[in-house]
């Protein structure tokens, strides 16, 4: 399991070679050129860094087509204020002590005007000092975590606790009952958001069982699946990450708990992840994010951003939002909305301009940053495992708000 995810450095200089005329400036590091030349002003300069290797490399590298899709495609409208984009690729290898000295790259050599990236969230407080703080630089943070980040100049633009929590927990208490676990990683997203997932179950009426944390290498959970089994929880709430995950599913699924009528529920859970187990292993599984696959069939726009990247980019690295890709296609439209606005790219216009931008339209509706916290209102869904695809089952009114900062 996972073979997929363990990308070489040479297979993706390859592949990104090949599609888009990339150039290797050092080990882990990428250019796409601006496609024209602008004497004036030279381009605007666009960083990501995410992970194109390691554990997590299936959603490092999906969200590097993201940014080479949204480039290409702000490029070939004019650019913007008239000047071409050029994209740095820098790869943080799921290696915090590696991603620093990347990013110091795309911040000391590189001199980018805005840096996309990180996933987990000890990668985010390992690289955004050396971007925000140190560097100078705005910071765009793409994917679902734990909250509680208001750095200024760090704006992050997928959901947080309250959005994937307030609605999720009490579905899952009606549908599969009141007695949880919380089985998890043990870094800081877990940590955190089993406090407020904790006080949403036990305001609803529900009971946590026990919550424990892991290494997040741990591969055997038989204890775990003991007590959960022997303790009639009903609902696991899961943080428990990759390589972990598949392993866990596996052995709880073995052990009959799924067909003895309980759910299993996690909130990163998306198309990309849907892989790592057989269907019948997460056969009903509840995840709640800003965008599933599913969404194309009543959605024109999804349907066009989805199409767009599969041709582009075939193959197992998939357009998904828990693996941060919504995340930086809203980050980049929104960047983009905030420099139109501004009419500069200095890190103090943009994000003033930023502070307050909205999109009409993006992965699961339109967008809107929550002036003065820097973090971003979106739509959400409700979606079940159901024969290796997602059925959505239920969905928020309008735009969740944030509750950050």
């Known amino acids: 399991m996972f073979d997929r995810t363990q990308l070489s450095r040479r297979r993706f200089l390859s592949n990104l070679a090949f599609t888009t005329g990339a150039v290797a400036t050092g080990v882990g590091s990428w250019v796409i050129p601006a496609p024209w030349a602008n004497a004036a ?13 390691g554990p997590i490399a299936y959603a490092g590298n999906a969200d590097a087509n993201v940014a080479k899709m949204v480039i290409k495609e702000i490029n070939t409208a004019g650019g913007l204020l008239g000047r071409p984009l050029e994209l740095y690729i820098e790869d943080t290898a799921s290696n915090e002590s590696v991603a620093v000295g990347n990013v110091r790259k795309l911040i000391q050599r590189d001199k980018v005007d805005m840096v996309l990236g990180g ?18 630089t705005l910071y765009i943070y793409p994917q679902l975590y734990e909250g509680k980040e208001c750095t200024p100049y760090l704006f992050c633009t997928g959901p947080t606790p309250a959005q994937q929590c307030d609605e999720f927990i009490p579905w899952l208490i009606k549908n599969g009952g009141k007695k949880f676990a919380l089985p998890s990683a043990n870094y800081v997203w877990p940590h955190t958001l089993n406090v407020y997932a904790r006080k949403v179950i036990e305001a609803n009426g529900g009971e946590v069982v026990f919550e424990e944390y892991y290494p997040l290498d741990q591969i055997d959970f038989s204890s775990t699946v003991n007590r ?146 820097r973090h971003c209102k979106m739509k959400m869904y409700t979606a079940v495992a159901k024969g290796g695809n997602y059925e959505i089952v239920g969905r928020s009114d309008g735009l969740v708000d944030p509750k950050e900062c």
């Open 228 to 373: 959960i089994i022997s303790n009639k929880v009903d609902v696991v709430f899961n943080t428990v990450i990759p390589p972990g995950v598949g392993p866990f599913f596996k052995q709880l699924y073995e052990a009959g708990f799924l067909k003895n009528g309980g759910r299993l529920a996690c909130v990163y859970y998306d198309e990309n992840t849907l892989n790592i187990n057989q269907a019948a292993e997460i056969e009903g599984l509840a995840s709640c994010l800003d965008y599933f696959k599913v969404l194309t069939k009543e959605n024109p726009f999804d349907a066009k951003i989805q199409a767009a990247y599969e041709k582009d980019f075939p193959g197992n690295f998939l357009f998904a939002a828990g693996s941060a890709a919504t995340g930086t296609y809203r980050g980049l439209k929104l960047w983009e909305a905030a420099v139109k606005e501004a009419g500069k790219v200095d890190r103090d216009s943009v994000a003033a301009t930023l502070d307050h931008a909205k999109i009409a339209e993006g992965p699961g509706g339109p967008a809107e940053m929550v002036p003065g916290k």
């Open 119 to 136: 996933i987990t969230s000890s990668m985010r407080n390992a690289i955004k000092d050396p971007i925000v703080a140190r560097g100078k």
């Open 41 to 53: 002003e030279g381009p605007i300069k666009v960083g990501i860094a995410t992970d194109l290797t």
